[in-house]
Structure formats: C-alpha cells, structure tokens
C-alpha cells in the first residue's frame, strides 16, 4: 500500500498532505491557544487537523519507509541511503511532535469547550500547545528541507 501509487514512489505523493496538514495544525494550534474570542469559530477545522495532521505525517513516514526499502533493494549507494536515513529521522520527529501537538490540542479543545478546570491547566495547555507548535514547524521545515536537498542533489 505505501510503495507505489500508479507506479510512482506513495511518498512522493503522500508527502504533500504533511506538508500542507501538519503546518495548519501547528498554526490552528497557536491562533487556538493565545486568541480565545476565535475558539468557537475556528474550533471544528482545529479538531480536524488534529485528526488529519498526524494521519498524513504517518501515512509519509510509513511510505517513507517503504520508498527506503526499495532504494535499498535496487542497489542505491549507501551515501544516499545515509542521506534518507536523516531525512527520516526528520520525518520520525514530525510524526512524534505532531502526534503530540494534536493530543495537547485535543485536550485544550476540550477543556475550553466545557468551561471548567482551573484556568491554570487552560493557560498551561496553551503554553505547552504554542511550544509543540513551533517544535512542530521546526521538524516539518528541517524534513522538506532534507529530503529537496537530496532530490535537487540526483536529478
């Protein structure tokens, strides 16, 4: 399932939902967080991204994965296996940090839609929220940069 697509590498296409979906979470996560008079208007399309954003993260990685394997088979250098390597050692942090933000935004939904919990747990949700947003959008940046770096590097 994550090896091809039409007889083209699946991470090649799968990588663009990550891309798109893993930033808007980390920004609906922040707006979230720190603007409180937006949260009813914008607290559906967070609580999808929560959902979408690590799903496709996972779905790069697993073809990632996969798009690795068959380099490997076909006899790749080891140079660019090396490079793939830290390219998916990017990918992995996205998943993790993603994962992550989606749970602490999830949480922070949830308490802000109910009202109650001290307003120390709702400022601290946001706070760790505002961090793993930014992690977050440090991985994604590092991931894309890596794995452009090697495909401008074999074309």
């Known amino acids: 399932m994550f090896e091809t697509i039409n007889g083209m590498p699946a991470h090649v296409l799968m990588v663009h939902a990550a891309v798109v979906f893993v930033p808007l979470l980390a920004l609906g996560a922040i707006v979230f967080a720190v603007w409180p008079a937006v949260r009813g208007r914008i607290d559906w399309a967070v609580a999808l991204l929560a959902v979408v954003a690590p799903l496709s993260a996972l779905f790069s990685m697993l073809s990632g994965n996969a798009f690795y394997r068959m380099r490997e088979a076909d006899g790749t250098p080891e140079q660019f296996l090396d490079q793939i390597g830290v390219h998916a050692s990017y990918g992995q942090r996205t998943f993790v940090f993603s994962l992550g933000l989606a749970v602490v935004t999830g949480a922070l939904l949830l308490l802000t839609r109910r009202a109650t919990g001290p307003k120390a747990l709702s400022i601290g949700l946001s706070v760790v929220a ?18 452009a770096a090697m495909s401008w590097k074999i074309s």
């Open 130 to 147: 505002v961090v793993l947003a930014v992690v977050t959008g440090y991985f994604v940046v590092m991931t894309g940069d890596s794995g």
